[in-house]
């Protein structure tokens, strides 16, 4: 980080006066956490009224998880349908209380393989997770 007066310069991100909330560190571990499938480690991430804003769902929004039980039984769920899933390609970047990681994820769903690139939208309070929204870009075969 950079400070430039009372400008702060983050990966081409402008905010006045604001603290990060968390690190680029604590970034990366949450997203390792996610590629070893360490539902133990993930949840302690996340803030205990935390939610997860699934890419696919009902309406134009996704299925919306509350709290850590049923974020935890979803992970676990995804984690056995596709065993091999990983995130790889990720570039993050962090302002104030909001982060963005674009990557691109991997594995073998029991209908095929799953290959395409997404982002993760999070919101913070201090080190904890209270909100993670993903995007996956839709692959359709024309």
Same mark, same amino acid.
């Given at each position: *980080?950079? &400070?430039?007066? /009372?400008?702060?310069?983050? &990966?081409?991100?402008?905010?006045?006066? *604001?603290?990060? =909330?968390?690190? *680029?560190? +604590?970034?990366? %571990?949450?997203?390792?956490?996610?590629?070893? &499938?360490?539902?133990? =480690?993930?949840? =302690?991430?996340? /803030?205990?009224?935390?939610?997860?804003?699934? %890419?696919?769902?009902?309406?134009?929004?996704?299925? $919306?998880?509350?709290? $850590?039980?049923?974020?935890?039984?979803?992970?676990?769920?995804?984690?056995?349908?596709?065993?091999?899933? =990983?995130?790889?390609? %990720?570039? /993050?970047?962090?302002?104030?209380?909001?982060?963005? +990681?674009?990557?691109?994820?991997?594995? +073998?769903?029991? +209908?095929?393989?799953?290959?395409?690139?997404?982002?993760?939208?999070? &919101?913070?309070?201090?080190?904890?997770?209270? $909100?993670?929204?993903?995007?996956?870009?839709?692959?359709?075969?024309?």
């Amino acid at each position: *980080m950079r &400070h430039v007066s /009372s400008l702060v310069l983050q &990966h081409d991100c402008y905010y006045r006066d *604001m603290k990060m =909330s968390i690190s *680029m560190n +604590t970034l990366e %571990a949450i997203l390792r956490a996610f590629n070893n &499938h360490d539902i133990d =480690s993930i949840m =302690s991430y996340f /803030s205990p009224r935390g939610e997860f804003v699934m %890419a696919a769902g009902p309406g134009g929004y996704g299925t $919306r998880l509350v709290g $850590r039980a049923a974020i935890a039984k979803a992970l676990k769920e995804r984690f056995e349908v596709v065993p091999d899933i =990983s995130w790889t390609d %990720a570039s /993050s970047w962090i302002c104030g209380d909001r982060a963005v +990681t674009e990557w691109r994820v991997q594995g +073998t769903t029991p +209908t095929g393989p799953l290959d395409c690139n997404g982002c993760d939208l999070w &919101h913070f309070d201090g080190d904890k997770i209270l $909100r993670k929204d993903t995007y996956y870009k839709q692959v359709i075969n024309v």
